[in-house]
């Protein structure tokens, strides 16, 4: 299968451990596709790593939101990784090497059988703590309760940071909806679905076993539960 239509958009924030493995499994398994790093200024070595991999493989790139002085956010880094990119089809994944590289051949697969997004839904969860498992059900629950309210669209894991999409379809979909999207939070996902009617778009969904870190820490705060809050009402 051909790659070379397709960009992988990365958000990172103090990746350095991670970032330099995972561009690398990526350009092993798939030569030719785009890689696009989107950073919020790191503290650590991720966007030299990421420069430098840049230097050295055309197809890979790094946009520096702290360079222009854009409002730190995942939501705002995934939203300007699919604007920026120049591919027929992106897919959006975690830098932590929790999401598996080689589902990338299985999300690529389904965009082209003309589904407009197509999300990476975790089957599996093993060794969560139970507290992050009940506060993480509790929310799905309750957002997915705002997707029917709001008659959005719905697809088993809502709250996926792995999944793929069809560009120019986000681009028209978010020139429309910008406000709806609050770009300090971590569920890209959610937003958009909010803004697309139940039925109107063809969703397809690929399994995947989430996995623990094992290096670099978790962003992931109480900030976050209040951004979620505020996706909820725009
Ligand atoms: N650009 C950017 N990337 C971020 C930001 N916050 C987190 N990230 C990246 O987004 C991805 C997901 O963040 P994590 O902290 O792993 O969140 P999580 O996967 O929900 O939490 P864990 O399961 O504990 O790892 C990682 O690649 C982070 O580096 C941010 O503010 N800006
Ligand atoms: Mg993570």
């Given at each position: 299968?051909?790659?070379?239509?397709?960009?992988?958009?990365?958000?990172?924030?103090?990746?350095g451990k991670n970032i330099g493995k995972l561009i690398g499994m990526l350009l092993k398994s798939y030569p030719n596709i785009s890689v696009l790093v989107v950073d919020d200024g790191s503290k650590d070595m991720t966007r030299?790593?990421?420069?430098?991999i840049s230097k050295?493989?055309?197809n890979v790139k790094l946009f520096d939101r702290s360079e222009e002085e854009l409002e730190r956010g995942l939501t705002n880094s995934i939203v300007d990784g699919l604007l920026l990119a120049k591919t027929k089809y992106a897919i959006v994944m975690d830098a932590d090497l929790q999401h598996p590289a080689e589902k990338i051949a299985d999300i690529k697969e389904a965009l082209g059988r003309r589904n407009k997004i197509v999300v990476a839904y975790r089957a599996e969860v093993p060794g969560w703590a139970l507290f992050r498992w009940i506060v993480s059900k509790s929310l799905i629950k309750i957002a997915y309760g705002v997707l029917v309210i709001k008659n959005g669209s719905r697809c088993r894991d809502i709250f996926s940071g792995y999944f793929g999409i069809e560009t120019a379809f986000f681009k028209k979909i978010y020139q429309s909806n910008k406000s709806r999207f609050v770009g300090e939070g971590y569920k890209a996902l959610f937003d958009l679905l909010k803004c697309l009617r139940s039925g109107s778009v063809k969703i397809a969904e690929v399994p995947y076993t989430f996995h623990i870190r094992t290096a670099g820490e978790s962003k992931a705060s109480s900030?976050?539960?209040?951004?979620?809050?505020?996706?909820?009402?725009?």
């Amino acid at each position: 299968m051909k790659y070379d239509d397709t960009t992988i958009v990365l958000p990172t924030y103090n990746e350095g451990k991670n970032i330099g493995k995972l561009i690398g499994m990526l350009l092993k398994s798939y030569p030719n596709i785009s890689v696009l790093v989107v950073d919020d200024g790191s503290k650590d070595m991720t966007r030299e790593v990421a420069r430098k991999i840049s230097k050295l493989y055309k197809n890979v790139k790094l946009f520096d939101r702290s360079e222009e002085e854009l409002e730190r956010g995942l939501t705002n880094s995934i939203v300007d990784g699919l604007l920026l990119a120049k591919t027929k089809y992106a897919i959006v994944m975690d830098a932590d090497l929790q999401h598996p590289a080689e589902k990338i051949a299985d999300i690529k697969e389904a965009l082209g059988r003309r589904n407009k997004i197509v999300v990476a839904y975790r089957a599996e969860v093993p060794g969560w703590a139970l507290f992050r498992w009940i506060v993480s059900k509790s929310l799905i629950k309750i957002a997915y309760g705002v997707l029917v309210i709001k008659n959005g669209s719905r697809c088993r894991d809502i709250f996926s940071g792995y999944f793929g999409i069809e560009t120019a379809f986000f681009k028209k979909i978010y020139q429309s909806n910008k406000s709806r999207f609050v770009g300090e939070g971590y569920k890209a996902l959610f937003d958009l679905l909010k803004c697309l009617r139940s039925g109107s778009v063809k969703i397809a969904e690929v399994p995947y076993t989430f996995h623990i870190r094992t290096a670099g820490e978790s962003k992931a705060s109480s900030k976050q539960v209040i951004a979620l809050f505020r996706s909820f009402f725009s």
